[in-house]
């Protein structure tokens, strides 16, 4: 038995496609809700689904019957960037990872968590630049040297938003746990994802990705509009961030699941920074529309609080034995615009509704 939270989100539901077509019992910790949620299990339903409420009440029945799950995966969160609720994210986002790295170290369970790639802020505070004067349009010239994953740098980081800050919370007191000594889950690896994309994020609202939204504007004949830049030197349109497909993030953690020996906080990325325009423009050609693109002054809720340049390093994920490739922007966008959102806005991953499974063979 694995343990999913959040696995009727986005990428949990992609991961528990995943691990159902492998044969794994799995127990999904999650809301459906009332907007169609459940439609991201619908081909690939868990053997349970707990709420989160009860997580910990089920976790301690487990103990007691001496049921022991072959790993936790934690990437239940609050992610919304703009969120406001410092005590609420705080809760969720951090005091629940603590615990429930707690009960794995107890119960010897490997954890796999999520971080995210907004814990570097805008890139200026990362471990290449200690004194914060080189630029993350600077730091992105030569090389993705601002966005070096590990613990070692964790404490220089940066993060803009409440979001950002929570999970490097956690990190950071994953380092401090490691440094003291304190028990720890036999294999434990955080995930710091950067701009995730594809099926099965329909339930976002606000906080779908970026193809999503620029297609819905396509489809419905509208410019497809990008921010103005708020970096002065940096062109509109040319704020660059790095883009994965999901099926490479959800790759990653099953690699990591057949690894036990992998242990480490990882940059999950392409290694590729692509520009919004990039983005805008395969999205309409991957569409059959002609390029029609304006720009948006960018909301005073963003202003300060936007990253203009992403991109992951690697170098540790490689180092690791990581070998698979990533999937390219064009051919991402070209999967996702075609077998999926072309054919329905909530067409999800393998919905028994489109008939065969739709998957992208090969990509997982």
């Not at 009727?8 to 044969?23: E, H, T, W, Y």
């Not at 609720?85 to 990872?97: E, F, I, K, P, R």
């Not at 594809?198 to 504007?217: A, F, L, R, T, W």
């Not at 077998?339 to 489109?354: E, H, T, V, Y």
Request: some cysteine.
């Amino acid at each position: 038995m694995m343990i999913v939270t959040g696995g009727a989100g986005f990428i949990g539901s992609c991961l528990q496609a995943a691990l159902f077509r492998r044969g794994e019992d799995t127990v999904v910790v999650d809301h459906l809700g009332q907007q169609g949620k459940w439609r991201n299990l619908a081909a690939h339903p868990p053997s349970e689904i707990v709420s989160p409420q009860v997580l910990e009440d089920f976790l301690e029945t487990l103990r007691a019957r001496g049921r022991k799950p072959r790993a936790l995966l934690h990437l239940g969160a609050i992610s919304a960037t703009t969120a406001r609720d410092g005590d609420l994210v705080w809760q969720t986002n951090v005091a629940l990872s603590q615990r429930l790295w707690q009960w794995c170290a107890q119960m010897e369970v490997p954890f796999i968590y999520a971080s995210s790639a907004a814990t570097y802020g805008n890139g200026a505070c990362g471990a290449a630049n200690p004194d914060g004067h080189e630029t993350a349009e600077e730091a992105g010239a030569h090389g993705p040297t601002a966005f070096q994953d590990g613990l070692a740098g964790v404490p220089g980081l940066c993060p803009l938003n409440l979001y950002g800050w929570s999970k490097q919370a956690f990190d950071l007191w994953v380092r401090t746990t490691l440094e003291r000594g304190d028990p720890s889950p036999p294999q434990w690896a955080g995930l710091k994802f950067f701009n995730v994309y594809g099926p099965n994020e329909y339930h976002k609202q606000e906080m779908v990705s970026v193809v999503k939204v620029k297609y819905d504007e396509v489809r419905a004949g509208r410019p497809v509009t990008l921010f103005r830049s708020d970096r002065a030197g940096l062109a509109d349109g040319h704020q660059r961030r790095d883009f994965i497909w999901v099926g490479d993030a959800v790759r990653v953690m099953l690699w990591l699941l057949d690894h036990p020996q992998v242990s480490g906080l990882f940059n999950c990325g392409t290694g590729a920074a692509r520009t919004y325009l990039d983005l805008a423009r395969l999205t309409c050609r991957a569409a059959g529309r002609p390029e029609d693109i304006a720009f948006v002054p960018m909301p005073e809720k963003l202003q300060g609080q936007y990253q203009s340049y992403t991109c992951a390093d690697l170098t540790r994920l490689r180092a690791a034995g990581y070998t698979a490739p990533f999937t390219s922007l064009e051919d991402g966008i070209s999967m996702y615009v075609e077998q999926f959102l072309m054919r329905g806005s909530q067409a999800c991953l393998d919905d028994p509704s489109q008939g065969a499974a739709r998957w992208a063979g090969g990509y997982l």
